[in-house]
């Protein structure tokens, strides 16, 4: 089945695909099996965290055939139950993926909410920056990793989806409710 799609169906319909989403698992032969001159955006599902570092830091000439096509991505990178995933590496995609895309609009990242995987920033090395980025959904830890992409990383940004999953000072919410741009909710 698989088959018949890359090598019939996909070189047939190439040039009116605006949108692929692919899993992990089929991701490679989908995206090489022709070219896809209309392609704005790419979805990226149940991708362990392995494959993500291979794709965007070791090896990217997959994602490289993209660069300047991609303005919304989505990545779903699966929790990894043998591994624990380490914070420092979802940092590196996440800052990767920016030299990668260069025109990347809008980025929704990370594994779903109900695993709490989440990406926190080492603020003294984090340099994810981009003049192009409209619209971020992004699971985060804490409340401070959400101040600093508002902190002039993404000058661009005007639609911000996050989920802070350990949010403690809920008594900071009223303080910040306060600000005219944004407005924080507790769910």
């Known amino acids: 089945m698989l088959d018949r799609f890359c090598f019939q169906i996909l070189p047939q319909i190439h040039d009116k695909v605006k949108w692929i989403n692919v899993e992990s698992s089929s991701m490679k032969r989908i995206l090489l099996s022709t070219n896809y001159p209309n392609l704005n955006?790419?979805?990226?599902?149940?991708?362990?965290?392995?494959?993500?570092?291979?794709?965007?830091?070791?090896?990217?000439?997959?994602?490289?055939?993209?660069?300047?096509?991609?303005?919304?991505?989505?990545?779903d990178i699966t929790k990894d139950e043998k591994h624990n995933t380490r914070n420092d590496t979802l940092e590196l995609i996440f800052t990767r993926i920016f030299s990668v895309f260069i025109n990347l609009q809008r980025l929704d990242f990370g594994p779903s909410v109900s695993s709490c995987q989440v990406l926190s920033f080492d603020i003294s090395r984090s340099t994810a920056f981009s003049s192009t980025l409209v619209e971020l959904h992004i699971n985060l830890s804490s409340i401070l990793d959400c101040l600093y992409l508002l902190d002039g990383h993404f000058n661009q940004l005007h639609t911000l989806h996050v989920y802070i999953c350990d949010l403690i000072a809920s008594n900071w919410l009223s303080t910040y409710n306060k600000v005219n741009y944004f407005d924080f909710d507790e769910y």
């Open 41 to 75: 955006g790419l979805g990226l599902y149940d991708l362990e965290i392995e494959r993500a570092r291979h794709l965007f830091i070791e090896e990217t000439s997959l994602m490289d055939i993209f660069k300047n096509q991609i303005s919304s991505l989505v990545i």
